[in-house]
Nanobody, 126 residues
């Protein structure tokens, strides 16, 4: 099983980026996927999740209204559209997948994911 996150980069405040997470070695359609981020000196935090079958999406308050998670199971890809980026969004972003059932809130906990991608750096700076 492999998750490949990409799409990070340097962007000015107020700008946008779209991250992609491509899965291989599993049938992504059966898995919930979460996006997490870790800033220097801080713990990894869950920011968005999407259930299998696209039945539900959940966002942390810090990104609600600015970030949108979506999935395309045919291409085994989950996206994170990030708009109106702020310097506080600077972090390494990770995607993760898990097949077990959890509530939407529990889906933002790192301990509830079995498979992780390698991370992609997002830097928001002028």
């Amino acid at each position: 099983v492999q998750l490949q996150a990409s799409g990070g980069g340097l962007v000015q405040p107020g700008g946008s980026l779209r991250l992609s997470c491509v899965a291989s070695g599993l049938n992504l359609a059966y898995y919930a996927v979460g996006w997490f981020r870790q800033a220097p000196g801080k713990e990894r935090e869950g920011i968005a999740s999407i259930s299998s079958g696209d039945r539900g999406k959940y966002y942390a308050d810090s990104v609600k209204g600015r970030f949108t998670i979506s999935r395309d199971d045919a291409s085994k890809t989950v996206y994170l559209q990030m708009n109106n980026l702020e310097p506080e969004d600077t972090a390494v972003y990770y995607c993760a997948a898990d097949i077990s059932y959890y509530t939407d809130f529990e889906r933002l906990a790192t301990k509830n994911y079995d498979y992780w991608g390698q991370g992609t750096q997002v830097t928001v700076s002028s």
